[in-house]
């Protein structure tokens, strides 16, 4: 018997769908097993990884590391400070070691000056000593072969002869006291000459003393020179050098690293250069003041001559008074109390220093186209037909000695070694006015306008 179809499909059916659910079975197992599985693997990738913290030693020696490392960048700082303040210590002493070299010179000249002038003066003795002895003995003679008879050896006496003082005292009365009088001169003329040789072999050994002196300080100018020549080279390299090790320290590259030093050296410039325009600015106002008061003073001295001119006009029935040449003011007479007006003089003097603006230092030269500092400035006086030595302290000596606030064109300006004492003075510069000088630094520095105070105070001024 055929089994109907609906049958026979159905029971397929079925078979097929008891298989089917269990296919199904095992997939949604399966798939359950794998959200199970998965779960988990995302919630362990949701949570946040522990972070790393150092141990304390860690810490520590970090902290360390950054100190060293600052410590080092501060100390490569200051050893760039300390080279540039060394660099212009090194120039002051080349400065000061290259003015007593001038001072050197200049005592070797009076020296020598003073050796001419005792050796001129025993010399002359020495013929005044002969002319006396010949004498003596030309009158000793004559008074024994006259038997003293003064009328035969008239003719020995000259009038203008050292026995001018007997004729005049009537010493001619006998030989005998004739010639004690000659013999009077010639004892003190004796005493004379030989301390006239004692002045003069003392002044050969006084040369010697200063050209001694003066070959040594020569060599102290030519080893201080030295010495700042190398240490420019020398601080040239270590500043490369550290300006290399703070790239490396703060991470940057050389050519920063320079320029960030160029540029605090730089500002620190600036900054002293403020302060020195600060200090020149007061001294400016100091001196219009000075000046101001000089203009009410002469002012009211006029004002005073003319109401006396009034006065006296009364009391002449309005005849006018005698003419009398009117007392200059201070500025027209003396230059505010000195001996020589400081007007075309001190502008020719000025005009001259400023033309030599870029010329290099040299120490102890006089131009024409290099300069030191006393050098610049005999250079310039003398233009201006005034005499100064070549050495800043005999320039401050052979000069009128005024105060700070008293500065006009013109006018020199010193530096010393110890501010109480002039002959310790060691650089000369020329006012020019508004706070400015003009002057030769040191060497590797150009002839240069600066203000009065871009270094130390100044210690004395004075007026050619």
Known sequence: MRTPLRATSGGRVGSTGKTGRALLSGVLAICLAGTMAVQPLAADAAKPKPPVIPSKAAVERAKQAAASKAGQVA?????????NARLEQLGVQSGIADEAYNGAVYRLQQAKAEATAAAARATEAEKTLATQRAQIGR??????????????????FTANGPQD??????????????????????????????LFKVQADQAVVKVKKATDEAAKAKQAAEDAEAAQSAAVTAIGVQRTQSIAQLAVLQNTSVKVAAQRQRGLEELARQRAAALAAKKAAELKRRIAAREAAERRAEAAERAREEKEAREEAKKNHGKKPAKHKPSSPGRNDDDNGGGRSSGGDARDAINFALKQLGDMYLWGATGPSRWDCSGLVMGAWERAGVQLPHYSAAQYEQIRHINEDD???????????????????HHVAMYIGNGQMVHAP?????????????????????RP
Do not use: H
């Open 165 to 194: 003082l007997l004729d005049s005292a009537g010493a001619a009365r006998s030989v005998s006291a004739a010639m004690q009088g000659s013999y009077l001169r010639f004892s003190a003329t004796q005493v004379m000459t030989n």
């Open 407 to 425: 500065l006009r064109p013109g006018d020199l300006i010193f530096w010393a070694t110890n501010p109480n004492d002039p002959g310790t003075i």
């Open 139 to 156: 009158f000793a003679a004559a008074s024994y072969q006259g038997g003293g008879d003064v009328a035969k050896i008239a003719p020995l």
């Open 75 to 83: 100390a490569i700082e200051r050893q760039l400070a300390a080279a």
């Open 442 to 462: 040191r060497t590797g520095k150009p002839v240069q306008i600066a203000s009065v105070y871009y270094w130390i105070p100044p210690n004395f001024f004075g």
